[in-house]
Every structure is written in structure tokens, then in C-alpha cells.
């Protein structure tokens, strides 16, 4: 008797939207899997759980601790290629990636965004951006390094400049960036340092274009926001534009030129974008244009996810948030909608539940709303912390970063630095 070709189920990205699609297809096919094939196709090892990644970057959190390797997240029956994606040709269904060529009946597109930089000269070269544990390792052996050189600079100015920090960008990211590096700063390195170092030398800016700080957030919680980063030692910059960075500068729209060693560049975001041919349709920004179905236009097996995606509603007529919670809900409904396809059954329309938003605001102060009720201060914290512990993906996980917050809590962070 001859064998029914399988039915060829392609993801792009192990984020948490192709995390999230392969764990629903998972549920539906788990009596069936011999008639599918599913195979991921993304660059890196592990899943990571962006929400927590500002702690690594201020060595609150170790980097294994928000991370999931994808072998520990995938059945055996699923194939990996740690490859990065090229090209789609959504004619012939081929996906062509650096290494080899992959055909698919069903394709996932679920590959995330970058940084965008808007073209501010020398941001792109001067910046650390924020996206990567690469990127978190990198800013945290940068600020531990340059602590280390200013105890080496006895003119007092020298070493003013040399411990001055900028963060571009006062959304959610850039505020829990500077609340996070003014604890590591003042509350972990200047005690180890205070022989060289006085609080006063440091100096940590934010700057955002903005007239408040995060400007998606409730209106009456933004102002709590700004007074607890002036608590924390952070100077804000508001209705402020960047014009270039350097090395060791920023210069901003009045032409002002401020010190910097440190440039945390968090003030936008771009897709990663996969060239196709031919085009999918695509907006302005480069995420491409998906029906209610998740559906790209004109090639109904291709689902497109996550921040990779723009889907139109009458509230989002920009496109839904870029945000994690948006990414999950979708991989529920593209699971559904590949299976209904397959079985010529009808697809579920996508329809965002907006479950809230949370910033940290460092230890013991978190903000945001829940349900639409805007929480603060301490309670806040506590939700913010079990919300997004419950969101990791195991148990082991949690565990650890329970215990590293737990020790946070009476010692200092860990400043060690390997490279
Ligand atoms: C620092 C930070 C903090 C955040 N905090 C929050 C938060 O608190 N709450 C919230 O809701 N959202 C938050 N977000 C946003 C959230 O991380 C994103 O919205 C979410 O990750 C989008 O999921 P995704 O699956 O589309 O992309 P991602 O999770 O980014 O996954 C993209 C995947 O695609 C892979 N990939 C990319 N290009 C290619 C290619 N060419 N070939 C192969 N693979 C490729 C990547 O390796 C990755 O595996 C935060 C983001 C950052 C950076």
C-alpha cells in the first residue's frame, strides 16, 4: 500500500509566537503525528524570554535563567535547523535559508523584530540595543568594565564623563533599563568602587522624544513613573530628540552634546524583514499584512505571527502592539486555523485580548494595569513579578529565577565579567 505524503508544516522563529503555534499544532495533532512533519527554522538554540531580559543586562539575573533550550521544548518527532531564513518563494513553497532549501505545504512566519534606529546617525554603530542575550551579556560587562576603568581617571571631570550613561527611549523597555541599571550602579557597583567612586559621579540619562514616559501606559500612571526614576537617581529628558551619538556622546536637537560612555539605544522597534518573491504585501513599517485569519494576502498557507505581522482592527488601525501576549494568542489561532485548513473545516477569526500591561520600576516598585484597573508600588511589583514568572515556560526555570530574586533581595548582583 503506498504511503500518504506527510503534510509539511514550516516555522520560522522559535519565539513566542512559533513557540506558542507549535505547542497548540502539538495538542491537535498528538494522536496523528506520523501524517505531519513539523520543522522549525530559526537562528539561535533557545527560546528567550524577552520580558526579563533588562535583568540580565544588569546582572540581577543570569542569562541561562531566561532562556529555554528549543530540544527541551520540542518533541522528538520535531526537526530544528539552526539556520537563518533568506528567502520565501510562496509560488513554489520553498523557504531557502543560508544553508539549504526547505519545502513546505503550511508555513509559519514568526521571525520577530530588530531595533530600528531611524536613520539617527551613528546610533547603529554606537548603541547597545537590547534584543539578544548577547546583546544583555554584552551591556552588562560593559558598564561592569567601565566602572573598572574610571577607578583609573583621578581628574574628577574625566571620570564625571566616563560614568555618564544615556538611554534613548522612554517607552516600557527604556524604563525599566534605567531603573534597573540606577540599582546595579548605585546599589551594587558604587559600593564595590567606593573607594574611586562617588555617588555623584554617575550620572544616568533618559531620553525620549516624548512629552511623558511611557506613553502606551495609562495617563495616571505615567507621572508615578517619572517621579520614581528621579527617585532612583535617573535625570529624564523629555521632548527631547537625539541627533547623533558617538562613542562617547549624544547630541540632541539644540544642539547640546552630552557625555556618554554608555548609549542604550531602546527607542524603537523595525521588523525582521525576509525578502519573498514574489513581494507579500507589506506596510510602510515592513511587517506584513495578514487578514483576520492570520492569513498573508493571496497565499492563504502562509500564516504570518507576532511582531512579524500586521493585522488592521478599528482599535489598532496601525496594527496590533508589538508584544508577547499578542505573539502567544496568535500561535493559538494559527495552530487552529492550519488544522481547520487541512480539514477543510472553517478558520477562527484572531481577536486580541488585551490582558494589560507591567513595567518594573526596579526592586520593590512595578507599575501598569491590569483588566484595565492601573496598579502601583509594591503590589504592583509583586503581581509583575508572579505574572511573569508564571509565564515562563518551566518549572525548573521559575524556580531559579525565584531564588535569584530572592537573593537579590539581601546581597549585591553578581559582577563578574568572562569576556
Ligand atoms: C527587552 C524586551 C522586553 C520586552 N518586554 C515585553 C513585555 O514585558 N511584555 C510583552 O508583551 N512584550 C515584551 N517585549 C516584546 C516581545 O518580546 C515581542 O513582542 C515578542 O517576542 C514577539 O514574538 P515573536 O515570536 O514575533 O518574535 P520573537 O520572540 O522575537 O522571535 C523571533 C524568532 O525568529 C528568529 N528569527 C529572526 N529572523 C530569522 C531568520 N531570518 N531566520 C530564522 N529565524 C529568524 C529569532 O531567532 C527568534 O527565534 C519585549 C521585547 C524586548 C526586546
Given amino acids: 500500500m503506498q504511503k500518504t505524503p506527510k503534510i509539511n508544516i514550516v516555522i520560522i522563529g522559535a ?9 497548540n499544532l502539538c495538542k491537535h495533532i498528538k494522536d496523528d503525528t506520523e501524517r505531519y512533519s513539523i520543522t522549525f527554522i530559526t537562528k539561535n538554540n533557545h527560546f528567550l524570554f ?4 533588562h535583568e540580565v543586562a544588569t546582572g540581577a539575573l543570569n542569562y541561562s535563567h531566561v532562556t529555554e533550550p528549543l530540544r527541551k521544548l520540542i518533541a522528538p518527532h520535531t526537526d530544528i535547523y539552526l539556520n537563518t531564513v533568506t528567502k520565501i518563494n510562496p509560488v ?4 531557502s535559508t543560508d544553508k539549504r532549501d526547505f519545502s513546505y505545504d503550511y508555513l509559519i512566519i514568526a521571525a520577530g523584530a530588530t531595533t ?4 539617527t546617525p551613528g546610533a547603529k554603530e554606537h548603541t547597545y540595543t537590547l534584543k539578544t542575550v548577547d546583546d544583555a551579556e554584552l551591556l552588562r560587562n560593559k558598564i561592569i568594565k567601565t566602572f573598572e576603568s574610571a577607578t583609573r581617571l583621578h581628574d574628577e571631570k574625566e571620570r564625571r564623563e566616563k560614568l555618564s550613561f544615556t538611554i534613548v527611549g522612554g517607552g516600557a523597555t ?3 533599563v534605567a531603573a534597573e541599571m540606577a540599582e546595579f550602579m548605585y546599589g551594587t557597583l558604587q559600593k564595590y568602587y567606593q573607594k574611586y567612586i562617588s555617588r555623584e559621579d554617575i550620572c544616568i540619562t533618559l531620553i525620549t522624544h516624548g512629552s511623558q514616559v511611557l506613553e502606551q501606559f495609562k495617563e495616571s500612571l505615567r507621572p508615578q513613573a517619572l517621579k520614581t526614576l528621579h527617585r532612583h537617581g535617573v535625570r529624564t529628558l523629555l521632548n527631547t530628540k537625539v541627533e547623533e551619538v558617538t562613542a562617547d556622546s549624544v547630541t540632541i536637537h539644540d544642539g547640546e552634546i552630552l557625555p556618554s560612555s554608555i548609549t542604550v539605544w531602546a527607542a524603537g522597534v523595525t521588523p525582521n524583514q525576509i525578502p519573498s518573491q514574489p513581494e507579500l504585501t507589506m506596510e510602510k513599517s515592513g511587517r506584513i499584512i495578514v487578514n483576520e485569519y ?23 488601525p496601525h496594527g496590533l502592539p508589538m508584544l508577547a501576549q499578542v505573539a502567544t494568542q496568535q500561535g493559538k489561532v494559527a495552530a487552529h486555523n492550519i488544522m481547520a485548513s487541512i480539514h477543510q473545516k472553517s478558520l477562527k477569526k484572531f481577536s486580541f485580548n488585551h490582558k494589560g500591561e507591567l513595567v518594573s520600576l526596579g526592586q520593590w516598585n512595578a507599575l501598569g494595569s491590569i483588566s484595565g484597573i492601573g496598579i502601583r508600588g509594591l503590589f504592583a511589583w509583586f503581581v509583575w513579578r508572579t505574572v511573569y514568572l508564571m509565564n515562563f515556560s518551566s ?20 559582577i563578574t565579567t568572562l569576556k
Avoid at 524577552?50 to 531580559?53: A, D, G, I, Y
Avoid at 492570520?294 to 489598532?316: C, K, N, R, W
Avoid at 518549572?395 to 553578581?414: G, H, L, Q, S
Fill in 294 to 316: 492570520l492569513q498573508a494576502e493571496t497565499y492563504p498557507d502562509i500564516f504570518v505571527l507576532g511582531d512579524t505581522a500586521s493585522m488592521i482592527t478599528p482599535e489598532h
Fill in 395 to 414: 518549572w525548573r526555570k521559575r524556580i531559579k529565577i525565584a531564588i535569584d530574586w530572592t537573593i537579590n533581595i539581601f546581597t549585591e548582583r553578581d
Fill in 174 to 176: 527604556g524604563v525599566e
Fill in 15 to 23: 519565539g513566542f509566537a512559533g513557540i506558542s503555534t507549535y505547542q
Fill in 116 to 119: 530600528q534606529f531611524f536613520n
Fill in 50 to 53: 524577552t520580558p526579563l531580559l
Fill in 92 to 95: 513554489e513553497k520553498i523557504v
